[in-house]
């Protein structure tokens, strides 16, 4: 399954391959090569005849959908693909631009309120390693406060996120694979990306993007624990997995959680 988009991003924002610029392949197979998820944390994911992501359902009522072009020309449109985010009414539209590799470098924001007007919220540039990682993410927005520009680096090895960080080194976070419960790292067969739960990055609505396939490769392994140092100190966030027989896995927890059921995350698959 492979569809082509065409794409005018600036390739300065994609490693230099030594390629002309040539169309961008959108392949959710590429990122999710055994089974994908359908219901993650109670937001439901469809999928199209042609196996491409259409709509996620979260557990309270937003919808996100997707509009994929049949086809198009690089000298007509420079944003190929729409993600709407519906919140009761209210709606936020992304206009992606596909890159060589297949994943969205350019996101253009935009909100509009019910019977308002479409104001602009920022742009995103995305980039990538060469083995088709996130490497960074940068929030470009301006408002009548000023300037709330910052960027987000996801650093990699061996195929896992080992740091992640905001701007100059705040909000630091590091991230280990294996430990005393866990002495050998669990593989993640289902290429989950745990945004939010795991890897506190801040790039908003992006996340549904991922599991549409377009946001890069998730880590090779699940995270079993992340450290976040504050003023000197280093605080450190166990997780608890529990797979099925095929090694997917089915639920998620936080060790030694403050308020037991909060963090939990539950998994379906197709």
């Given at each position: ?15 230099n ?6 169309p961008?392949v959108?392949?959710?197979n590429?990122?999710f ?5 359908t ?5 439901k ?6 196996g491409y ?21 690089a ?10 985010v519906?919140?009761d ?21 935009k ?16 980039s990538?390693?060469?083995?088709g990682?996130l490497?960074?993410?940068y929030?470009?927005y301006a ?12 650093q990699?090895?061996d ?25 050998s ?36 392994d ?22 099925d027989?095929n ?6 927890d ?15 698959w197709?």
């Amino acid at each position: 399954m492979c569809t082509t988009f065409y794409s005018c991003s600036d390739d300065n924002d994609e490693p230099n391959d030594g390629q002309e610029s040539i169309p961008g392949v959108v392949n959710p197979n590429n990122v999710f090569t055994g089974q994908m998820p359908t219901e993650i944390s109670g937001s439901k994911i469809s999928r199209n005849a042609e196996g491409y992501v259409n709509e996620i359902v979260t557990s309270d009522g937003k919808v996100i959908s997707f509009e994929y072009p049949e086809k198009s020309r690089a000298e007509q449109i420079s944003n190929n693909i729409i993600m709407t985010v519906d919140e009761d009414g209210d709606k936020t539209f992304y206009n992606m631009t596909i890159g060589r590799n297949g994943f969205v470098t350019k996101a253009y924001v935009k909100f509009k309120n019910q019977g308002e007007h479409e104001y602009e919220e920022g742009e995103w540039t995305l980039s990538y390693d060469n083995d088709g990682h996130l490497i960074k993410a940068y929030h470009d927005y301006a408002d009548e406060q000023g300037e709330d520009d910052y960027t987000i680096t996801l650093q990699w090895k061996d195929g896992n996120i080992i740091k992640t960080y905001k701007d100059n080194g705040w909000d630091s976070y590091s991230y280990s694979y294996t430990s005393a419960s866990y002495p050998s790292a669990i593989k993640n067969k289902g290429a989950i990306f745990m945004f939010e739960s795991v890897y506190p990055i801040e790039v908003y609505d992006l996340e549904w993007v991922y599991y549409a396939g377009m946001l890069g490769k998730g880590p090779k392994d699940l995270a079993v624990s992340s450290s976040e140092l504050d003023d000197g100190e280093t605080y450190t966030t166990n997780y608890i997995w529990t797979l099925d027989q095929n090694g997917y896995p089915t639920v998620f927890d936080v060790e030694d959680d403050d308020h037991p059921g909060s963090s939990t995350v539950r998994f379906r698959w197709n």
